[in-house]
């Protein structure tokens, strides 16, 4: 088992930033990849980016040079650094670890809202 604590959502004004973090525990062996989602009202929840155990790194389009994913270096906690941040980013983001093949998961975190708004 493995569990996903996410944190730093909140309300913010266009242009401005804020930092999300999610800590895991329990299994952490198990994790060959965390990352990002967001679902915003009446939308599908889709990939806001990722990190993979060797490091390698996905973004949407829709927010390729605007968001950052990294990750501490236990590889426990992973962080999504959002700036330039527009009202359409507005959404519940939640924390995902995806497991090693035969192993139970992805797991998901509780959601986090994040609202653009002025």
């Known amino acids: 088992q493995v569990q996903l604590v996410e944190s730093g959502g909140g309300l913010v004004q266009p242009g401005g930033s804020l930092r999300l973090s999610c800590a895991a525990s329990?299994?952490?062996?198990?994790?060959?990849?965390m990352g990002w989602y967001r679902q915003a009202p009446g939308k599908q929840r889709g990939l806001v980016a990722g990190?993979?155990?060797?490091?390698?790194?996905t973004y949407s389009d829709s927010v390729k040079g605007r968001f950052t994913i990294s990750r501490d270096n236990a590889k426990t906690t992973v962080y999504l650094q959002m700036n330039t941040l527009k009202p359409e980013d507005t959404a519940v983001y939640y924390c995902?670890?995806?497991?090693?093949?035969?192993?139970?998961?992805?797991?998901w975190g509780q959601g986090t809202q994040v609202t653009v708004s002025s």
């Open positions: 995902y670890a995806g497991t090693r093949v035969g192993l139970p998961g992805p797991y």
């Open positions: 329990g299994s952490i062996s198990h994790i060959n990849a």
């Open positions: 990190i993979t155990s060797d490091g390698s790194n």
